[in-house]
């Protein structure tokens, strides 16, 4: 019911600050909570930042203080400022999308590569 479709990754040197964007078409009026989550390989997804409707905000401790999610919601569209990136931080990034009432990930984006060199 819900699409969700990236953009904004890229390659970048180490301090260097990117910012992704997730556009989310379709039964939007289901989505309660909005989300990004990343993928280095040989690792698990993990949480990177959670945002609801009303703007609260979760971050994993690794990237606190270094990157900010927001949304837009008259434009259906939650961002990922990332600042002071690290090599750490190189990984794919999802967009994640939770229905009301739900606590695991409904919608996914397709991913977008964001690599951090040294």
């Known amino acids: 019911q819900v699409q969700l479709v990236e953009s904004g990754g890229g390659a970048v040197q180490a301090g260097g600050s990117l910012r992704l964007s997730c556009a989310a078409s379709g039964s939007i009026f289901s989505i309660n909570v909005m989300g990004w989550y990343r993928q280095a390989p040989g690792k698990q997804r993990e949480l990177v930042a959670t945002i609801t409707s009303g703007g609260r905000t979760n971050y994993a401790d690794s990237v606190k203080g270094r990157f900010t999610i927001s949304r837009d919601n008259a434009k259906n569209t939650v961002y990922l400022q990332m600042n002071s990136l690290d090599p750490e931080d190189t990984a794919v990034y999802y967009c994640?999308?939770?229905?009301?009432?739900?606590?695991?990930?409904?919608?996914w984006g397709q991913g977008t590569q964001v690599t951090v060199s040294s």
């Open positions: 994640a999308a939770y229905r009301r009432g739900s606590a695991l990930v409904n919608y």
